[in-house]
């Protein structure tokens, strides 16, 4: 087994337990997986390329963020390169001084002004590694900053069918792991810049000591150059070889701890299951590991190797130039210092490369979703909409999801009358939820149009189509925010208005709700954070009611108040009482001016709806009144034909049944009663 394991871990392939949770690696349809191979497969030469490119885009964003920042730390690292050069000199002149008059009286006060600007040089660089740091420090949540907010801004433009691209997405979720590379992406340029400048200095000092010692620096760097570059081509590989082990053992390990999984996880005895398959898991991301950890110690001892015989080879070059007279032996000193420093020198710019490298990636895919984001924009401006036209017309309306085949709504042609309840239903899928989509204006048809009065919604100002529509959705989306927020979104001026909430509250039956509540309106709906509570699915559709009621009859920012109201399913969790309340107040709704587009499988509340509207496979098959629609039959011609009234009988069929009558006196049903259980009536 634990072959098995190791050998499918080196393989890139799934240990037994992923294949059968998983079906194979976990490998995330996500944004971050984007760039794994094409990190992993870049050699140093690929990598050496793009290092103009990837500072012009650090420098660029740091220079939109902070430019002061910028200039200071740019100016700082000039500064230091140029005190490096400076103690070097330095540092030669004060080993002339001391070679010549070794062991000579007054040889310390010859030494003293260069070992003296040495140290100046020193301290000056340390203070410009301070400033350069300060800038770096400052620069980089700044830069984050605006990089977050231009992502949060951007995604919350987009057109519906946007997010819904798988292609989007992914880019979206690696642009999302770019804004932490923006900000790592500074500081490893601002080490590069550093380190350059730094090489640069070195390298004129040896060249005005001796033209001969520069390619000594070659000499060390290249087999440093190398090691560095293994190592790190190695570590990209290794992590993306674990990466996907991990994120397999990781989900279980959240599905273990999560409260939304403990009553499965207990009730059906998935704990032990999984904990088991978690077991597995982790022995073969250990087995991957040590493999990892053998092979990264054999590059490193070569790297060493190959490193230790150049500096050798060095040595004995510099020995031979001192012997052979061609040069000083304070310079072979000095180039000593200089050749050390210029070495370590490249095993840092080698790692900030590296690193620079599989930032940027990241980074130009945040470059890349501003770019794509603002093309897939909801567009700003079009045609007036009317406030209140007399009618919604959908005409020949066919739409197909993104990545979908099968259309959603195939030629649907029907008309929405202002102000009266009209009824969406048909069969799970039939095409309700996205047609009342559609008419919100959240997608557009493929083909066909929909009409307010005489303007195609097409061509219309989306944000009034928006702001004249309430939605309720099925899956109305949980706000982990406190109540008076979720009631009153997009109405700034309501927050505070006591008796608007006290009217969407009785409107929708959640007084009781808000009375047990210490906080009130200011509960918090977030379990999991200081005083935050949770609710039951009821009474989360009772709070989206509350927020339906208190839209549909305030104005926005625009001074717009709407006028369609879609009830996707608004009663699906709420008790009989309230289910009749709630149906009353959408007809309540209606009486005050509302089209109520209600969409529902309770087809006693359709039957009360000025209008019914039946869908099938993403077509329209039937319509008309309640009356009319039950006295369909069946037609040989249209096998849609009576569907509603099918539908309807078979849902009053359960409610007609007989009632069972009182129960019959004599031996109990199941047998005789245990002697324990006292005799009905008994009393105690
Ligand atoms: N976001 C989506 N992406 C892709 N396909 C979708 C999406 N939403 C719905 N569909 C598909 O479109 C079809 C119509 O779905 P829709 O949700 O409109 O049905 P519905 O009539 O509201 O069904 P239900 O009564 O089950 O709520 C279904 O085949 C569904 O799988």
């Known amino acids: ?34 760039h794994e191979e094409t990190s992993a497969q870049a050699g140093l030469w690929t990598v050496a390329r793009q290092i103009p490119g990837m500072l012009r885009l650090a420098w660029v964003l740091a220079w939109r ?85 231009t992502l949060l801004d951007r995604a919350q433009r987009v057109e519906m069918a946007a997010m819904e691209d798988p292609a989007f997405n992914r880019l979206l979720e690696s642009a999302r792991f770019g804004i ?101 898991m982790a022995l073969a991301s250990d087995a991957e590991q040590a493999r990892l950890a053998a092979a990264g110690a054999r590059t490193r001892i070569a790297a060493s190797a190959a490193s230790g015989l150049a500096f050798a080879a060095t040595f004995g070059l510099l020995g031979l130039l001192v012997s052979t007279g061609h040069l000083a032996l304070a310079a072979a000193g000095t180039a000593v210092i200089a050749v050390r420093t210029g070495a370590a020198d490249v095993g840092s710019l080698l790692g900030s490369v590296n690193q620079l490298f599989e930032e940027a990636l990241y980074v130009g895919d945040l470059q890349t979703l501003t770019t794509e984001a603002d093309a897939r924009a909801i567009p700003t401006g079009g045609a007036d909409l009317p406030e209140r036209p007399d009618a919604i017309h959908v005409e020949n309306v066919s739409f197909t999801y993104p990545g979908r085949t099968a259309p959603s709504l195939d030629k649907v042609s029907l008309v929405v009358p202002t102000g009266k309840i009209v009824a969406l239903v048909g069969d799970n899928g039939a095409g309700k939820s996205t047609l009342a989509r559609l ?53 700034p001026g309501h927050h505070d208005d006591a008796q608007t909430l006290a009217e969407a509250a009785e409107f929708a039956g959640m007084e009781h709700l808000l009375q047990q509540q210490d906080r009130g309106w200011d509960t918090l709906a977030a379990k999991g954070f200081e005083g935050g509570v949770d609710f039951s699915g009821g009474q989360w559709q009772r709070i989206g009611t509350a927020r339906t009621y208190l839209r549909a009859t305030t104005t926005g920012t ?48 359709s039957a009360s709806a000025d209008l019914i509207y039946v869908l099938k496979d993403g077509r329209l098959v039937e319509q008309g009144t309640h009356e009319e629609l039950m006295a369909v039959g069946a037609d040989e011609d249209r096998p849609a034909a009576g569907s509603y009234r099918t539908a309807y009988l078979l849902q009053a069929r359960q409610y007609a049944a007989e009632l069972p009558g009182p129960r019959p006196a004599g031996p109990h049903p199941a047998g005789p009663r245990p002697a324990a259980e006292p005799a009905e009536g008994g009393g105690q």
Not at 131 to 141: F, N
Not at 210 to 235: D, F, N, Q
Not at 585 to 598: I, W
Request: a positive charge; hydrophobic letters at 50%; charged letters at 15%.
């Open 65 to 149: 963020a902070d430019r002061a920042a910028l200039v200071g730390v740019v100016l700082a690292e000039v500064g230091r390169a140029a005190t490096a050069a400076l103690s070097l000199v330095a540092v030669n002149a004060a080993l002339g001084h001391l070679f010549a008059s070794a062991g000579a009286a007054g040889a310390l006060r010859a030494v003293l002004p260069a070992a003296l600007t040495a140290g100046a040089a020193a301290g000056a660089g340390a203070v410009l590694a301070a400033v350069s740091s300060w800038g770096a420090d400052r620069l980089s949540p700044r830069i984050q900053r605006t990089a977050t907010v």
């Open 180 to 280: 932490n590379s923006v900000h790592r992406l500074t500081s490893e340029s601002v080490s590069v810049l550093s380190t350059l400048l730094s090489m640069a200095a070195t390298g004129g000092v040896l060249f005005t000591l001796s033209p001969l010692l520069l390619p000594l620096l070659v000499l060390i760097a290249a087999p440093r150059a190398w090691g560095a570059a293994v190592t790190a081509r190695r570590r990209r590989n290794s992590v993306m070889a674990w990466l996907q082990h991990l994120r397999a053992s990781q989900l279980i390990a959240q599905l273990l701890t999560q409260t939304y999984t403990a009553a499965e996880i207990r009730v059906h005895g998935v704990g032990a299951f999984l904990l088991h398959h978690f077991e597995q």
């Open 439 to 491: 008419l919100c204006g959240l997608y557009q048809p493929d083909s066909g149009t929909i009409r307010w009065d005489g303007v195609d919604t097409a061509t219309a100002d989306r944000a009034q189509q928006f702001a004249s529509t309430v939605l309720l959705p099925q899956d109305f989306f949980h706000w982990p925010l406190t109540l008076r927020a979720i009631v009153t979104p997009g109405r």
């Open 1 to 34: 087994m634990k072959r098995s394991r190791r050998e499918a871990a080196a393989a890139g392939g799934s240990p037994p337990s992923e294949q059968l949770l998983f079906g194979g690696p976990m490998r995330y349809d996500g944004g971050f997986v984007r």
């Open 558 to 605: 625009d001074g717009r108040r709407p006028f369609l109201v879609i009830a996707d399913e608004p009663t699906s969790a709420l008790d009989p009482a309230a289910e009749v309340r709630a149906f009353d107040n959408l007809r309540r709704l209606a009486a005050e001016g509302a089209t109520v587009l209600l969409i529902t499988h309770r087809l006693a509340a």
